[in-house]
Nanobody, 127 residues
């Protein structure tokens, strides 16, 4: 069974940090670009960050630039999202997604381009 599983969410105070993980099972992430998306209650889903299959290219939403870092460890079949200096407006369910690519440096920013999605992990930033 092909699936992505997110973990690492939780409750954190403003200014705190969390590291989200996205682990794949049933397939290798070597040939997939990965994206992190989030959706807050009553809001549309938005792209947070994405990374190429090689890890050599990354992209960030303006709202998280300088605070979030995306990385991947293909040997562990896992992608990470390090989130620092968290703000209440970062509160959302975070999803990872995988898009099959044939170019190792391309990042995928279009949600409809993604082939697999995880179930999401809740991140709550509150004092």
């Amino acid at each position: 069974q092909l699936q992505l599983v997110e973990s690492g969410g939780g409750l954190v105070q403003p200014g705190g940090s969390l590291r989200l993980s996205c682990a794949a099972s049933g397939f290798t992430l070597d040939y997939y670009a990965i994206g992190w998306f989030r959706q807050a209650p009553g809001k549309e889903r938005e792209g947070v960050s994405c990374i190429s299959s090689s890890g050599g290219s990354t992209n960030y939403a303006d709202s998280v630039k300088g605070r979030f870092t995306i990385s991947r460890d293909n040997a562990k079949n896992t992608v990470y999202l390090q989130m620092n200096s968290l703000k209440p407006e970062d509160t959302a369910v975070y999803y990872c997604a995988a898009a099959r690519v044939w170019d190792t440096i391309v990042v995928v920013t279009t949600p409809t381009r993604y082939d697999y999605w995880g179930q999401g992990t809740q991140v709550t930033v509150s004092s």
